[in-house]
Protein backbone atom coordinates (compact mmCIF):
# COMPACT_ATOMS: atom_id res chain seq x y z
CA UNK A 1 0.00 0.00 0.00
CA UNK A 2 1.20 3.21 -0.39
CA UNK A 3 0.56 6.52 0.47
CA UNK A 4 0.87 9.88 -1.05
CA UNK A 5 1.65 13.19 1.16
CA UNK A 6 1.12 16.67 -0.59
CA UNK A 7 2.81 19.73 1.74
CA UNK A 8 3.79 23.57 0.55
CA UNK A 9 0.41 25.14 -0.15
CA UNK A 10 -0.43 28.39 1.01
CA UNK A 11 -2.04 31.90 0.11
CA UNK A 12 0.29 33.87 -1.83
CA UNK A 13 -0.52 37.07 -3.91
CA UNK A 14 -0.82 37.48 -7.74
CA UNK A 15 2.04 36.94 -9.15
CA UNK A 16 4.29 34.85 -6.22
CA UNK A 17 5.18 31.60 -5.86
CA UNK A 18 4.94 28.44 -4.46
CA UNK A 19 6.72 24.75 -4.41
CA UNK A 20 4.62 21.78 -3.96
CA UNK A 21 6.41 18.36 -2.35
CA UNK A 22 4.47 15.15 -2.51
CA UNK A 23 6.00 12.19 -0.86
CA UNK A 24 5.46 8.52 -1.08
CA UNK A 25 5.49 6.26 1.84
CA UNK A 26 5.03 2.21 1.81
CA UNK A 27 5.67 -0.19 -0.76
CA UNK A 28 6.32 1.13 -3.99
CA UNK A 29 6.70 -1.98 -7.09
CA UNK A 30 9.01 -0.81 -10.56
CA UNK A 31 8.66 2.32 -12.35
CA UNK A 32 5.44 4.75 -11.89
CA UNK A 33 4.72 7.87 -13.33
CA UNK A 34 3.48 10.84 -11.12
CA UNK A 35 1.30 14.19 -11.66
CA UNK A 36 -0.23 16.54 -10.42
CA UNK A 37 -4.11 17.62 -10.73
CA UNK A 38 -5.92 20.39 -9.22
CA UNK A 39 -9.83 20.95 -8.46
CA UNK A 40 -11.60 24.38 -8.25
CA UNK A 41 -14.75 24.58 -5.76
CA UNK A 42 -17.78 23.46 -7.93
CA UNK A 43 -15.35 22.27 -11.23
CA UNK A 44 -13.87 19.02 -12.27
CA UNK A 45 -10.58 17.86 -11.51
CA UNK A 46 -8.44 18.56 -14.02
CA UNK A 47 -4.95 17.58 -14.84
CA UNK A 48 -1.45 20.00 -14.22
CA UNK A 49 1.02 18.20 -14.99
CA UNK A 50 3.14 14.83 -15.14
CA UNK A 51 6.46 12.98 -15.17
CA UNK A 52 7.87 9.82 -15.97
CA UNK A 53 9.81 7.49 -13.69
CA UNK A 54 13.25 8.33 -15.74
CA UNK A 55 11.97 12.12 -16.33
CA UNK A 56 12.11 11.39 -20.03
CA UNK A 57 8.46 12.24 -20.83
CA UNK A 58 7.25 15.67 -19.28
CA UNK A 59 3.56 16.96 -19.73
CA UNK A 60 2.02 20.07 -18.97
CA UNK A 61 -1.60 21.76 -19.28
CA UNK A 62 -1.73 24.29 -21.52
CA UNK A 63 -3.36 26.81 -18.67
CA UNK A 64 0.31 26.67 -16.91
CA UNK A 65 3.04 25.76 -19.61
CA UNK A 66 5.71 28.58 -18.60
CA UNK A 67 4.56 29.37 -15.40
CA UNK A 68 4.94 25.48 -13.59
CA UNK A 69 7.56 23.40 -13.69
CA UNK A 70 7.43 19.55 -12.46
CA UNK A 71 10.17 17.60 -11.32
CA UNK A 72 10.95 14.25 -9.38
CA UNK A 73 13.62 12.71 -6.80
CA UNK A 74 13.18 9.16 -6.90
CA UNK A 75 15.55 8.27 -3.89
CA UNK A 76 13.10 10.24 -1.86
CA UNK A 77 10.17 9.18 -3.70
CA UNK A 78 8.90 12.84 -4.03
CA UNK A 79 7.07 15.00 -6.95
CA UNK A 80 7.57 18.44 -7.16
CA UNK A 81 5.69 21.06 -8.95
CA UNK A 82 7.22 24.72 -8.85
CA UNK A 83 4.52 27.29 -9.24
CA UNK A 84 5.33 30.92 -10.54
CA UNK A 85 3.66 33.84 -11.80
CA UNK A 86 0.80 32.53 -9.95
CA UNK A 87 -2.69 33.86 -11.13
CA UNK A 88 -6.17 33.70 -9.09
CA UNK A 89 -7.52 31.20 -11.41
CA UNK A 90 -4.91 28.73 -10.15
CA UNK A 91 -6.99 28.85 -6.76
CA UNK A 92 -7.39 25.33 -6.05
CA UNK A 93 -6.94 22.07 -3.93
CA UNK A 94 -3.64 20.45 -5.62
CA UNK A 95 -3.56 16.64 -5.47
CA UNK A 96 -0.20 14.52 -6.53
CA UNK A 97 -1.29 11.61 -7.95
CA UNK A 98 1.14 8.16 -8.76
CA UNK A 99 0.16 5.80 -11.83
CA UNK A 100 2.20 2.43 -12.44
CA UNK A 101 1.68 1.56 -15.87
CA UNK A 102 2.53 4.78 -18.39
CA UNK A 103 2.10 8.32 -17.80
CA UNK A 104 -1.11 9.63 -18.66
CA UNK A 105 -2.72 13.55 -18.49
CA UNK A 106 -6.50 11.26 -17.63
CA UNK A 107 -7.08 10.73 -13.86
CA UNK A 108 -6.38 7.06 -13.96
CA UNK A 109 -4.02 7.23 -12.01
CA UNK A 110 -3.11 4.51 -9.12
CA UNK A 111 -2.85 6.34 -5.62
CA UNK A 112 -3.88 9.94 -5.06
CA UNK A 113 -2.68 12.01 -2.17
CA UNK A 114 -4.84 14.20 0.50
CA UNK A 115 -4.80 17.35 -1.12
CA UNK A 116 -3.10 20.79 -0.48
CA UNK A 117 -4.46 24.05 -0.90
CA UNK A 118 -3.40 26.89 -2.67
CA UNK A 119 -4.95 30.20 -2.92
CA UNK A 120 -3.88 33.21 -5.11
CA UNK A 121 -5.60 36.11 -3.63
CA UNK A 122 -5.69 40.22 -6.25
Known amino acids: QVQLVESGGGSVQTGGSLRLSCAAS????????MAWFRQAPGKEREFVAA????????YYADFVKGRFSISRDNAKKTVYLQMSSLKPEDTAVYYC???????????????WGQGTQVTVSS
Open 97 to 111: AMRYVGITTNPMYDY
Open 26 to 33: GRTFGTYA
Open 51 to 58: ISWSGGSI
